[in-house]
């Protein structure tokens, strides 16, 4: 059973830190695509983040790919979404998604799985 459990968020001041946990079970993350996702206060879902398969491709949506930082760490089967300099405008549920390489997409758009999400609040 595909399961995913996203972790590490909370209140952070503007300029903080936070690293997001994604924790995978029921099958190998590194084979898979897992994306970040983010929806903000009454906003659509975003995509801002993607790592995929074995060579780790990476994409980042252009908003954040200087402050944001996806790895993961394939023996523990967890992804991991590191943001710096925290924005206001950061601020949302964060989640991660899998989904099979041949349908994930270019950007993870196409996912099959979904985590219950994080919350990130940042203000002062």
């Known amino acids: 059973q595909v399961r995913l459990a996203e972790s590490g968020g909370g209140l952070v001041q503007p300029g903080g830190s936070l690293r997001l946990s994604c924790a995978a079970s029921?099958?190998?993350?590194?084979?898979?695509?897992i994306g970040w996702f983010r929806q903000a206060p009454g906003k659509a879902r975003e995509g801002v983040s993607c790592i995929k398969g074995r060579d780790a491709i990476t994409w980042y949506s252009d908003s954040v790919k200087d402050r944001f930082t996806i790895s993961r760490d394939n023996d523990k089967n967890t992804a991991y979404l590191q943001i710096n300099d925290l924005k206001p405008d950061d601020t949302g549920v964060y989640f991660c998604a899998t989904a099979d390489l041949l349908i994930a997409g270019p950007s993870c758009s196409r996912m099959d799985y979904w985590g219950e999400g994080t919350l990130v609040t940042v203000s002062s």
């Open positions: 029921g099958f190998r993350l590194e084979y898979y695509a």
